[in-house]
């Protein structure tokens, strides 16, 4: 998914762990005429990181016959990685670097951007209503120039007492997923039964997020609401969750803190402004090279370009927002 705010924000991403807090989502249009609108609840001025996982998009149940559903075109990432998880509905993902999958409820797709791909997500025609997160997670200094790549893993439900986990990242509860990670990392999906209480021992170096999708739950004594984002840092070797009156969906993602600063800016995560503005300059360089027009696209690979163009498009490509008139200046998380 595509950050398609026209004047995106830099930010300068410290890991730094903080008390518990509860982010709010704000509304953020993914563009076009009938825009399909995300609740995006990070990154925010007051926190930027939970571990790696550095941005955080929770959309629908979203009525595609109204909306049009998800319509992003060929757009760039670099220093990142994409995790898309679906509760309803499909849709479809290629890249540059010659992956296609379809995204289904219950399954992981992951891409690693590296040193840079491009790619672009569409409902699929049979979708109805669409309903699921896109998160990113920032790559350390020793990952983030790798090479592009995408792994696809449908885990298998893990039933507890009051609650069933599907693990997609990381370790929990029994559940383990294979997926190769670059820092330590946690992903669930989490399903409460009504009035549950699940206690969960958890690695106390992990800062913890949790998306509530539906119900509404408690954390350690603390509520949270549908849409919401709860954060509590580094320290608690287990967590309770206790559900409402009606069953709750939440999203577990977790990670020790990152420990490096990152600049976020669109699509593109970097360590300066200087490496921002270069992303952004070689982006533009390939689609004007290559035509913005779906005829002259074409599909084309990365070779020695940094970002490509996947194959078999209908739309052209995403241009980048215009920088600032004035240097970007970073923003970062309180101390």
Request: with cysteine; hydrophobic share 40%.
């Amino acid at each position: 998914m595509s950050n398609l705010d026209s004047e995106p924000q830099e930010l300068l991403c410290p890991s730094s762990p903080g008390a518990v807090e509860v982010l709010e989502p704000r509304m953020v249009p993914l563009g076009g005429p009938r825009a399909m609108t995300v609740r995006r609840t990070l990154p925010q001025r007051q926190r930027s990181l939970i571990g790696a996982w550095c941005f955080v998009d929770h959309y629908g149940p979203d009525d595609v016959s109204a909306t049009g559903g998800m319509a992003v075109p060929p757009h760039p990432h670099t220093g990142l990685q994409t995790v898309s998880w679906l509760f309803t509905g499909e849709v479809e993902h290629t890249d540059s670097a010659g992956y296609h999958a379809m995204v289904r409820p219950g399954e992981l797709n992951l891409m690693t951007a590296g040193r840079g791909i491009s790619h672009s997500e569409y409902s699929t025609p049979g979708t109805t209503v669409l309903h699921g997160a896109q998160l990113w997670v920032a790559l350390p200094e020793h990952a983030r120039f790798m090479e592009p790549t995408f792994e696809h893993f449908r885990p298998v439900p893990v039933q507890l007492p009051g609650v069933t986990l599907s693990v997609f990242l990381g370790s929990l509860a029994g559940g383990t997923s294979p997926v190769v990670t670059h820092t330590p990392l946690l992903g669930a999906e989490l399903l409460l039964d009504a009035g549950a209480t699940v206690s969960l021992d958890v690695d106390p170096a992990f800062e913890h997020g949790f998306l509530v999708d539906s119900g509404t739950l408690s954390v350690d004594g603390n509520a949270l609401a549908p849409g919401e984002l709860g954060y509590t840092g580094p320290g608690r070797g287990s967590l309770t969750l206790v559900a409402g009156q009606a069953p709750v969906r939440l999203l577990l993602i977790g990670g020790t803190p990152l420990g490096e600063s990152i600049v976020m800016w669109w699509n593109f995560v970097g360590r300066s402004h200087e490496e921002v503005v270069a992303f952004r300059a070689a982006w533009q360089a390939e689609i004007a090279a290559f035509g913005t027009t779906p005829d002259g696209m074409g599909g084309v690979p990365g070779g020695d370009r940094q970002f490509g163009l996947p194959a078999n498009q209908v739309d052209p490509p995403l241009p980048a927002p215009g920088l600032p008139t004035v240097n970007l200046r970073p923003r970062s998380n309180p101390s």
